[in-house]
């Protein structure tokens, strides 16, 4: 079957760093996305990993190992707008584009 | 922001009764996909579309219908609501497969008595 798992929901404190993490089982892998989704909002693209290594891209950095079936999305010097819901997704056909998604992380930035 | 609408934003309707979404894109967009979103289960892919009059099933397809005439419209259809169909519905483009990022639409929020 397909699965991908992720922490219901994380707390962290404005400022510091917090790392959201995500384990998957597909039948293929062509890729992982990052979203962030805010409440009664759209999901937006944060990143795209489909190499093991780390992308780094501002205050987000996502970290790939393909042959653990994991992932993590990093936030540093977090801000309170940061408090939304993280998506991971993955797209485990041939090229067809239609993602996996995980149930979200929600996160809670406290001052 | 990608050039993508969803219409109605809301709608309330009644078990039994047909309802029809409509996602409109003005990217030229050659993939497009419908998902619903529920709490618990996340982002779940309905149907989605590689060109016009080309669709395929996605992961929850039962009890739906689509429809891509023209590059920029992708209709989802539920020809018979039900109450499990309650759900906030998104529309995705993507301009190709697999590497580029899905830009979602602002959703629709459907509601089944």
């Known amino acids: 079957g397909q699965n991908i798992d992720q922490p219901t929901e994380m707390t962290a404190t404005e400022g510091a760093i917090v790392q959201i993490n995500c384990t998957y089982q597909t039948s293929g892998f062509n890729g992982l996305f990052w979203y962030q989704q805010h409440a009664g909002e759209a999901p937006t693209f944060l990143s795209y990993?489909?190499?093991?290594g780390l992308e780094e891209k501002g205050r987000f950095s996502s970290f790939l190992s393909r042959s653990k079936g994991y992932s993590y999305l990093l936030l540093k010097e977090l801000q309170m707008k940061d408090s939304a819901s993280y998506l991971c997704a993955v797209d485990g056909s041939s090229n067809t584009g239609k993602l996996i998604f995980g149930q979200g992380t929600t996160l809670q930035v406290k001052p | 922001d990608a050039g993508i609408t969803q219409s109605p934003r809301h709608k309330v309707t009644e078990t039994g009764t047909p309802v029809t979404l409509r996602c409109h894109q003005t990217?030229?967009?050659?993939?497009m996909y419908w998902y619903r979103q529920d709490p618990g289960h996340g982002l779940r892919l309905i149907h989605y579309s590689y060109g016009v009059k080309d669709t395929d099933k996605g992961e929850v397809s039962d009890g739906y219908s689509v429809s891509r005439s023209k590059t920029e419209d992708f209709l989802l259809t539920l020809e018979s609501a039900t109450s499990s169909q309650t759900s906030v519905y998104f529309c995705a483009i993507s301009g190709t497969s697999g590497s580029n990022e899905q830009f979602f639409g602002p959703g629709t929020r459907l509601t089944v008595l």
């Open positions: 990217e030229n967009h050659r993939y």
């Open positions: 990993n489909v190499l093991d």
